[in-house]
């Protein structure tokens, strides 16, 4: 056990949230220092398109760091940005056809060991709570910024 996971550990008190959060982490170890870049593409796969003021606010990072990401993404062909058609001053990125081909391949790859752990019915069940969640987040949201 590294100390990182020494440190989880010990941080664990049982808590639903903490056990969340300790999944959460194992995800992001998986999938390694390009965390950011993935979770980009997989809003994206999942949401159609994003404005970067929207990617800045889910990821919780700084909007230069984000500018930085976003322009290497698209100089490798993953993104393209574009004024977005209702609000010229508004940028709207999208996956490009590569960008959905890498969106496709960690949920292909990485399900079969992250959940192996977990008989089909209880991924299905795991998927739809996870969905609820997401859900009500999105709603409360909505009700709190008003849209």
């Not at 959060?21 to 994206?44: F, P, Q, V």
């Not at 993404?73 to 004024?83: H, Q, S």
């Not at 399900?111 to 709570?129: N, S």
Request: hydrophobic share 35%; charged share 40%; with cysteine.
């Amino acid at each position: 056990m590294d100390e990182e996971e020494a440190r989880e550990r010990s941080q664990d008190d049982g808590s639903l949230h903490a056990l969340f959060l300790r999944c959460s982490n194992i995800i992001s170890r998986r999938i390694g220092r390009s965390a950011s870049r993935k979770r980009i593409i997989a809003l994206l796969y999942e949401r159609g398109e994003l404005t970067q003021r929207q990617l800045q606010e889910l990821l919780g990072i700084q909007a230069g760091s984000l500018s930085e990401l976003v322009a290497r993404m698209e100089k490798f062909g993953v993104i393209t940005r574009a004024p977005d058609e209702k609000d010229r001053r508004r940028i709207v990125i999208r996956l490009t056809k590569l960008g959905m081909e890498r969106a496709r391949e960690p949920r292909e790859i990485g399900d079969d060991r992250l959940f192996a752990a977990l008989t089909g019915e209880e991924q299905d069940r795991l998927r739809a709570m996870l969905q609820k969640i997401v859900d009500d987040y999105d709603r409360w949201r909505r009700e709190v910024d008003g849209k």
